[in-house]
């Protein structure tokens, strides 16, 4: 075997060597303090979850428009469906801060910021699927063009969030 590539083994065991440290090291440091729903994750923890999510939308849901017209009778509807199914978690301004939404891992996004990121069809898509390993529920029958047409008009009232 060459030296070069006896340096390149080296290089790629050392690597795995530090991999397996820094992951022993978490798992260490979980298991001596326990895995609390209190704690703020770490950096790298929140950017693997945020990749997941985005991963977790089929590709035409971003291309998803709002069918349902936005009206004054819509969003008086979207407003009193909000307070009944979605502020015990995300406030009534929407910004997560109730003792649910603090409380839970992940924590309950202040929608008045992802509506800046995430398209309708990204927030009817977790609206109506939820996401999986987090306190977001599906909410509604799937096969209910009514429960459907509810979704669609909280993604209006998250878009006219203060």
Same mark, same amino acid.
């Given at each position: ?6 340096i390149e083994y080296a290089l790629v065991a050392l690597v795995v060597?530090? @991999? $397996?440290?820094?992951?022993? +090291?978490? $798992? ?7 895995? =609390? ?5 770490? +950096? ?13 939308? /089929?590709? %035409? ?12 009778? #819509? !969003?008086?509807?979207?407003?009193? *469906? ?17 003792? @649910? ?6 924590? $309950?996004?202040? !929608?008045?910021? @992802?509506?800046?990121?995430? &398209?309708? +069809?990204?927030?009817? *898509?977790? @609206?109506?699927?939820? #996401?999986?390993?987090?306190? !977001? /529920? $599906?909410? +509604? %029958?799937?096969? =209910?063009?009514?429960?459907?047409? &509810? ?10 969030? /203060?």
């Amino acid at each position: 075997m060459s030296v070069k590539k006896t340096i390149e083994y080296a290089l790629v065991a050392l690597v795995v060597v530090l @991999i $397996a440290a820094f992951a022993g +090291g978490v $798992a260490f440091l979980r298991w001596a303090h326990g895995f =609390s729903a209190r704690d703020e994750p770490p +950096g790298f923890e929140k950017l693997l979850a945020r990749r997941l999510r985005t991963l977790a939308f /089929p590709g %035409d849901v971003r291309r998803l428009g709002n069918p349902v017209p936005a009206s004054p009778e #819509v !969003m008086t509807h979207a407003r009193a *469906h909000f307070a009944d199914h979605c502020a015990v978690c995300h406030g009534n301004d929407g910004r997560g801060q109730t003792e @649910i939404g603090c409380n839970l891992y992940p924590r $309950a996004p202040d !929608m008045t910021r @992802i509506r800046r990121r995430w &398209s309708d +069809g990204e927030l009817f *898509h977790v @609206i109506k699927y939820g #996401v999986r390993l987090t306190g !977001m /529920p $599906a909410w +509604g %029958d799937p096969n =209910s063009q009514e429960d459907d047409r &509810s979704s669609w008009e909280i993604v209006h009232f998250i878009r006219h969030l /203060p």
